[in-house]
């Protein structure tokens, strides 16, 4: 008599009588397990939640299975409820009841505890099996482990079935999450106990310089293993402590900690650093500080050494110096530092001895003109050459971290009115921002200004006006740009463009060709490397202007001063061609031995002994060689056969009368006269007689 209605039905005649038939609908559950276990030296803790969706049926009673009792679990308990009641497990009993006095009808989350006994003295290894809930589907369930700041906790994967999961970076003793393929399989666990481990590295930042004194950020991060920090203790270094008064040591530096700084207080060797808490893992720390400069002019050059502040507990594994106004401030090398030219992040040394008090440093105004320290990640010169021999570079550079201001060293004898089209970024660079320097090498300094990005490209564009006309063969020397000794490239394109009509005869040393000999019809011509074609199509370039038949690239790593290339005109390649078959025809027709398959062997191995050396010549003058051959072939084929048909001519006496012989008479006969005949030892006369 209370509640809503479930059916209700509309009687239309009599008799009013109504059927019914009840049938109870079947419990379906599916349930989700996640299992937390967390290992400390005494006790194994456990954290479960089920995640129940009710799909049909209502649920009043949910049963756990409990390991077998060499896993036994106690304690158990219910974070969460959620409603429900737990049934407290008798002794040796392999299931725990959980039950609702509402039946539950959709999703249920249900949180529980659970604690095992375990010792740990310095090292163990046991199982754990988890207890079980029994639904109609059961996913599969998800375990993390864990483990106290000082214990090294490793999980059997091989023995057991197990499925890692990618997890965030954490300590070292903190295991990553698994699925369980099967609960009713035990997990293997192995613990060690470890005494609290610290490591540190740093890295002195020199920010900026002015008339007084160096701003400098040490950037300490120290890292703690199998325990907790809760302070750190910086010890002064004399050099800054004679700079304060005793009384406000505390305030030699600045020490900040995710951002916020935190107080100080002085201890026997320095100050005493507290953390918001009791920190495991990394624990980077800036210590932000000014150091006076000795009272000299700015615009003299003069040697320092910046003290490091080092930590009383532990002792560097690395020891870095970066510097900022590159300019104004190096590091000097030897062989105590020595500087990282590939470093991205830009000007970088690094200590031999990590436990140096301190970093030796030179400042200058003038040190950017002398050395500069960034990366050039890619760098791309393209030379295009006229008919008279004149040529256009366009060079293109891609610098990481770019500093304030570049150094470039032109070709020897360029001027600044050859040098136009400076770009930034795609941008024209102002005059203002471009000084050149002459000199036997002039200089070009080009100022950047403040830029945030990680990298820019420079583009500048010059022109060589002394001509140097091609004739049949030409050698040329070709100068590139330069940076400092001290600037990394690490790649560098090469592109060149020849007139009309002439071919690259000769390839510059210690550059790697981007182009192939491929076969277009019955020719063969050098065409780039599809690589090549696709990181030009990578890069937006889509290689207009270019000849096929006259454009060639090459490629090199480390900066390139400069090449020495020789080419060769059309017309004199052909000449080749032609020279070659005059001189094999002629050898052919006035040797007739050469007329043979050993003549060719012999001059294929005289091509390939002389390919070691000159192997781009070879395969430049193989064509119109081989046509020569081919040529010089055919003309000796139809000499051979044409002297075979024509009919033997008679030989005639060169010296003597003619001879007129008179017909033979009838009774002549050919049988010779007998030995001491009149006959036989007369001497015949030549003389014509005819008969009476």
């Known amino acids: 008599n209370s509640g809503r209605p479930k059916l209700q039905f509309d009687y239309t005649r009599q008799p009013f009588r ?14 989700k397990p996640t299992y937390d276990v967390y290992v400390d030296r005494s006790e194994t803790h456990l954290e479960f939640t089920f995640d129940i969706n009710v799909e049909s049926g209502a649920l009043r009673q949910l049963e756990i299975q409990l390991p077998e009792q060499e896993y036994d679990w106690q304690d158990f308990a219910l974070i969460d409820a959620a409603g429900a009641t737990l049934s407290t497990p008798e002794a040796g009993a392999d299931r725990l009841l959980v039950s609702w006095k509402v039946p539950q009808t959709k999703r249920v989350v249900l949180r529980g505890r659970a604690i095992a006994p375990n010792s740990i003295e310095a090292s163990a290894n046991w199982a754990v099996q988890l207890p079980a809930p029994k639904g109609t589907y059961l996913l599969t369930p998800l375990v993390s482990f864990r483990a106290a700041d000082e214990i090294e906790l490793t999980v059997d994967r091989e023995n057991s079935q197990l499925e890692a999961l990618p997890t965030l970076d954490g300590p070292a003793n903190q295991t990553a999450v698994f699925r369980l393929r099967n609960l009713s399989d035990p997990v293997p666990l192995a613990a060690e106990l470890h005494e609290r ?11 900026a310089v002015d ?12 890292n703690v293993r199998y325990g907790r920090l809760s302070a750190v203790e910086l010890l002064v270094p004399p050099e800054l402590k004679s700079q304060v008064p005793a009384f406000g040591i505390t305030e030699v530096a600045h020490v900040r900690y995710r951002g916020k700084r935190l107080p100080a207080a002085e201890s026997p060797n320095g100050i005493r650093v507290p953390l918001p808490e ?3 893992g990394g624990i980077p720390l800036e210590i932000q500080y000014r150091l006076p400069l000795p009272a000299v002019s700015t615009a003299e050059a003069m040697a320092l050494n910046i003290p490091v502040f080092t930590l009383a507990d532990v002792e560097y594994s690395e020891l870095q110096c970066h510097v900022t106004p590159i300019d104004q401030v190096q590091v000097e090398d030897g062989s105590e530092w020595g500087a990282v030219l590939t470093s991205p992040s830009g000007a970088l040394w690094v200590a031999k001895d990590a436990q140096s008090a301190s970093i030796p440093v030179s400042i200058s105004p003038d040190l950017g003109q002398v050395s500069q320290q960034y990366v050039v990640n890619r760098a791309v010169i393209r030379t295009q050459f006229a008919a008279n021999g004149l040529s256009e570079t366009t060079a293109i550079y891609e610098i990481l971290s770019p500093p304030a201001y570049v150094v470039l060293q032109l070709p020897e004898g360029y001027g600044r009115d050859q040098v136009h089209d400076l770009r930034l970024n795609g941008h024209v660079l102002p005059a203002s921002q471009v000084s050149f320097e002459s000199g036997e090498r002039p200089n070009l300094r080009i100022s950047l200004g403040e830029n945030s990005l990680e990298s820019a490209v420079l583009q500048l564009t010059y022109l060589d006006r002394t001509p140097h006309p091609f004739g049949l063969t030409r050698s040329q020397r070709i100068e590139f740009p330069t940076f400092p000794k001290s600037v990394w490239i690490n790649e560098m394109t090469w592109e060149l463009q020849l007139p009309l009509g002439q071919h690259l005869f000769s390839y510059p040393d210690a550059l790697f060709p981007q182009f192939t000999w491929k076969r277009t019809g019955l020719i063969w011509q050098r065409r780039l490397t599809s690589d090549y074609r696709q990181s030009q199509s990578n890069s937006g370039e889509n290689g207009a202007g270019q000849q096929p038949s006259y454009f060639y690239a090459f490629r090199a790593f480390g900066p ?7 080419s060769m005109s059309q017309s004199m390649i052909l000449f080749v061609g032609a020279g070659t078959s005059l001189l094999l025809g002629f050898m052919f027709w006035r040797f007739h031995n050469t007329r043979n398959v050993l003549t060719l062997v012999a001059l294929a191995f005289c091509m390939s002994v002389v ?13 119109p060689a081989l046509i020569g051959l081919g040529l010089a072939g055919i003309a000796t084929f139809v000499d051979s056969r044409l002297r075979r048909r024509q009919p033997p001519i008679p030989r005639h006496r060169t010296g003597g009368s003619s001879i007129i012989r008179p017909p033979r008479s009838g009774n002549d006969s050919s049988v010779p006269p007998q030995i001491g005949s009149e006959s036989a030892t007369r001497v015949p006369s030549t003389v014509y007689r005819p008969e009476n």
């Open 18 to 31: 109504l059927q019914l038939l009840s049938m109870p609908v079947v419990l379906a559950t599916t349930v």
């Open 560 to 566: 390139l001063p400069e090449v020495t290339i020789r």
């Open 197 to 207: 481990e610290l490591s540190a590295h740093a890295t002195a930042d020199i920010e």
């Open 611 to 623: 390919s070691m050396w000159y192997l781009e010549a070879i395969q430049l003058l193989l064509q």
């Open 278 to 280: 009791a920190t495991i």
């Open 211 to 222: 008339e007084q004194a160096l701003r400098i950020t040490q950037y300490t991060v120290l």
